[in-house]
């Protein structure tokens, strides 16, 4: 009965918030301006499938890229790794020995509370109280399966395994479900306790069978990207969920896609040690919205129907995902590159940018406030994923530190482009910038 006034609050707020006049993005016109230079090509040589995870510890340059913990359709991984460099390009460039296995916290049985399904680190937050800079806090993209988290009676989460969608390895394969986490560290990124999960869609909101055929996932939030403004951590995630119950006989794909994209929700910084409910999403005025309920998407970010938006249970696609977000030091403004899916199995070749020049992302709807997508870079023949700009390795880089959520004039650009016989996540241009 909670659960179900829960839904139905969250509904209304959803309704109340579709209709009310959409959040304003920042003049088009005023947007900077960026070219994309070709640059001597980097391959980073070590497993990518997620956002660039990346810290400075005093002089080095950490990374904790890949995937860890147990995945029935993939195989169990260990590719979650970390690396040291004086800056990122040295560290990009290592070779694969010089990848580091961290300790990580052990997968849990079902029915105990803890760590299920597989794991990615996506963005790290360092605490600025910590001045040995060793104390971390990991946001990761966590993936689950009826089978690893069957759906509990009394707890209300998991997955049940009837009418499932099919996932990415063929007809028997099942699709996963997307959450996000934390997982702190206090030895800089060597070791990692699991603080729990701090967004998640429930059962109710899966998108099953007829109507979910686009081999990604069955719902959830995952793919996300954070930065802190002021006293909050604010998390960009792709939403995949239905807005509000799914049922069969009154699903409407126009209703699923009005609820899609690029979502945010926020966390208080005094919270990340303890983060479990803590959680609000944006509910189209304010962040008020529950962790495992579900609000609105930045709506400057989706792309409109008649434009060629749709719903992610679609095998057409039409939707932007994969933010990554930066403070950008010489424009004075956010910057979010991002994926866009435009077939099944997240196919897609293109590539784009929006802005936000509203330094306080706590204001009004300051968070909200984003340019329309640009174009930025387009691979035919290619699948592309998990853009990111990166420092360079000249001395004002390193003197300021950059990093993947901290940039300035210039950058590198990288993303990971898939095709048969082609998988790799690379770098061939610096993008720089003009106000």
Known sequence: ?????????????????????????????????????????????????????????????????????????WGYSKNLKYADGKNAEEVFKNPP??????IMPLNVPIGQKGLHGAVWFETVYQ???????KTLFGLYHNENYPSTLPYDTKTKEGYK??????????????????????????????????????????????????????????????????????????????EYGYPGIYNEKTYKAKTEWSGQCISIARIALKDLNNPAGKTKRWDGKSFSIPYNSYGVPVRSLQIPIEEGGGPSSSPTGGFHWGPSVSWNTYLNCWVMMMGKVEGKSWQGDKIYISYNKNKDLGIGNNSQEWSKPALVFQKPG??????????????????????????????????????????????????????
């Open 1 to 73: 009965m909670k659960m179900q006034i829960l839904f139905i609050f969250s509904w209304l707020n959803f309704i109340v918030s579709f209709f009310a006049a959409p959040s304003t993005p920042i003049d088009n016109a005023a947007t900077p301006k960026f070219k994309l230079i070709p640059a001597p090509k980097i391959t980073f040589n070590s497993f990518v499938d997620c956002n660039m995870a990346e810290v400075w510890i005093e002089d080095t340059f950490r990374i904790f890229p890949g995937k860890y913990g147990e995945d029935p359709l």
């Open 97 to 102: 020995e010089k990848f580091i296995d961290p």
């Open 127 to 133: 605490d600025k109280k910590d001045p040995s800079g």
């Open 161 to 238: 395994n009837k009418l499932w969608p099919q996932g990415l390895t063929g007809p028997e394969s099942p699709a996963a479900v997307c959450r996000i986490g934390i997982m702190k560290s206090i030895d800089g990124g060597k070791s990692w306790q699991n603080k729990g999960i701090i967004i998640e869609d429930l059962d109710p909101r899966m998108i099953l069978k007829p109507f979910n055929s686009s081999n990604t996932f069955a719902g959830g939030v995952g793919d996300p990207s954070a930065v802190a403004s002021e006293d909050y951590l604010y998390i960009f995630y792709g």
């Open 382 to 435: 290619y699948i592309l994923w998990y853009p990111s700009l990166q420092p360079l390795n000249d001395p004002s880089d390193i003197k300021e530190k950059y990093s993947s959520v901290k940039l300035g004039k210039r950058a590198r650009f990288f993303v990971k482009r898939i095709k048969p016989g082609d998988d790799e996540y690379a770098s061939e241009h610096i993008i720089e910038f003009e106000k």
